[in-house]
Structure formats: structure tokens, C-alpha cells
């Protein structure tokens, strides 16, 4: 079954994420990323920030919440689902201490070789909705029935 | 003003992914996909093998811009296609990703916008990789 055409447009609600101190650590030492910044307050004072930041694709993880609540809503199950193109559009890191919210939008959905191929838009913003990043993602849900794998 | 010149090559790294990698990104990103961990799911679903997920491989070219530009803050956009799945082998080893970040314009504004080349085996894993940054200060 292809995903409700009217279902384009679609809004979630917003998600909260946290940003701590011992998951960026966490995300940054899995990465193996050495840079003090994430790690340090000294050495990301030294850069100007006010605390540790968080690697550019760390914004992930609050994103991949928006990702959840939209496939929920849709239907869809994790394993039909292949991540096929990725932008992020920043306009600071995420830093330590920052109290997000997450607002996923359906902005588009095709269908090629009876896949579902979905455009979805994730902005993370900060406290007074200050926009932090943007982040773009292409989906490819495949069919439910796959009988050729 | 920066002295960066179209085409030249500013960072050029290789990258091992093993298992134990997949395991810690797995748990420190919240994505259990089992095809990154788990050879008979990989299998079951027609995949060659357990791979690499797409967002690690990401991070690792992010790596390569960050080291180069000193400051994440730095990083103003950053962009990826999934090309080619990252099969990484059950052994000691792992798969080696090479990434290389290239200078595609210098604009007015003090951006340099850098095109990331993400291969295994010489066969890019990652298309239309690329990122607008603030280049460091020399």
C-alpha cells in the first residue's frame, strides 16, 4: 500500500531533546572524534562557546524523534525504511545544556518503482525559538510485501 | 581573506569501521537497526552483510571537515547522499573509508564550499557530499 497522498503538509508536534554533557562525550568518543570541544570547557571557550558542543551530525539524535513520531502516524515500520539522502543547514552547534525542540513536516511524497520516496524537514530550535538547524532527509519506504529479497 | 584556491585539497584521511564500531555508534545514536549488528537480520532482508549505518559514515566525513576547520561552528551546511552501503566484515580489521575534502568556490561572504569524496575499494559510498564552511584562520 503507497502512504496516504494527504498526508503531505503534516505538522508533528514538537519534541523535546536535552543536549548533555556525557552523551555528546558518548557520540563523540563512538565517532572516535578527539576534539576537545566536545569533551572540554576550556578548550571550547577557546572557540567561544560558553560550553562543550556537540559534533554537527549529533543533531541527529533529536532528529531521528521527529522521524518516529512520523512513522508511527504513517504506518511504517523501521525495517522498510532506507535513509537515502541527508542535508543540515546550521546556524550555531548544538552546545551543552541546550533544551530542544524538534518539529518534523511532511513536505512531499513520490512514488518510484512502487517505493514511497518521502521528503521530511526537522527544525530544531532552542529556547525563544531560536533556530539552531535544519535538517533535511529523503526516506525510501519499501512496499510492505517484499517477496523479492 | 583566505588563501584557499578552487580545487585544491584540503584534508585527506582514512577511516576504519569495525564492529565494535557499529556497536558504540548504535548505542550512543539510538539506532538499533539491526542490519548494523546482526548478520542473520542483514541477510534476511538481502543485504550482503551487516553494514555501516549511512549516519556514521556521515560523521566520519564530518570528522575531516571539523579537524580542518578547528570549530564545528564553523561547519554552516553539510549534505550527503547514501550511494552505497558500507558492508563491514565480522574480523579485527574492518572496512576503510577514505575521505578527501576538495575546494569547489571561495565566496565573497568568507565561505568555502568543499566536496567531500567518501570511498571503499576507490567506489564512492557517499555521493553529493559536501559542506559550506568558515575556512580557519592561517
Known amino acids: ?103 518534523t513536516t511532511l513536505d512531499a511524497i513520490r512514488q518510484v518503482a512502487g517505493n514511497d520516496l518521502l521528503t521530511i524537514r526537522n527544525d530544531v530550535r532552542a529556547a525563544e525559538s531560536e533556530h539552531v538547524c535544519t535538517a533535511q532527509a529523503t526516506l525510501l519506504i519499501r512496499p510492505e510485501e517484499n517477496g523479492d529479497v | 581573506m583566505s588563501d584557499l584556491a578552487v580545487g585544491q585539497v584540503v584534508a585527506d584521511q582514512e577511516y576504519l569501521i569495525t564492529r565494535e564500531n557499529l556497536v558504540r555508534y548504535a548505542g550512543a545514536s539510538g539506532d538499533f537497526n539491526p542490519i548494523h549488528w546482526n548478520d542473520r537480520v542483514a541477510k534476511s532482508v538481502g543485504l550482503p552483510g551487516v553494514l555501516a549505518h549511512g549516519m556514521l559514515t556521515m560523521a566520519l566525513a564530518g570528522r575531516l571537515l571539523t579537524d580542518w576547520v578547528g570549530d564545528p561552528a564553523a561547519v554552516v551546511e553539510y549534505s550527503v547522499r547514501f550511494s552505497r552501503p558500507v558492508v563491514v566484515p565480522d574480523d ?44 580557519p584562520q592561517r
Not at chain 1, 22 to 47: C, L, S, T, W
Not at chain 1, 66 to 92: C, K, N, P, W
Not at chain 2, 92 to 105: I, K, N, W, Y
Open chain 1, 1 to 103: 500500500m503507497a502512504i496516504d497522498a494527504s498526508a503531505v503538509g503534516r505538522v508533528y508536534p514538537p519534541q523535546p531533546y536535552e543536549v548533555s554533557r556525557e552523551k555528546v562525550r558518548e557520540f563523540a568518543e563512538a565517532i572516535g572524534d578527539m576534539n576537545p570541544v566536545y569533551v572540554d570547557v576550556e578548550a571550547a571557550r577557546q572557540h567561544s562557546h560558553d560550553e562543550v558542543v556537540a559534533p554537527p551530525t549529533f543533531v541527529m539524535i533529536p532528529v531521528m524523534r521527529g522521524f518516529d513520531i512520523l512513522m508511527e502516524d504513517l504506518g511504517i515500520e523501521f525495517a522498510r525504511v532506507v535513509h537515502v539522502d541527508q542535508r543540515f543547514t546550521y546556524s550555531r552547534p548544538l552546545i551543552v545544556g541546550d533544551r530542544l525542540e524538534t518539529t
Open chain 2, 92 to 135: 579485527d580489521h574492518g572496512v576503510a573509508v577514505h575521505v578527501a575534502a576538495t575546494v569547489t568556490d571561495v565566496r565573497p561572504d568568507g565561505l568555502v564550499a568543499v566536496e567531500l569524496a567518501v570511498k571503499v575499494d576507490e567506489q564512492k559510498v557517499l555521493t553529493q557530499a559536501r559542506a559550506l564552511a568558515r575556512p
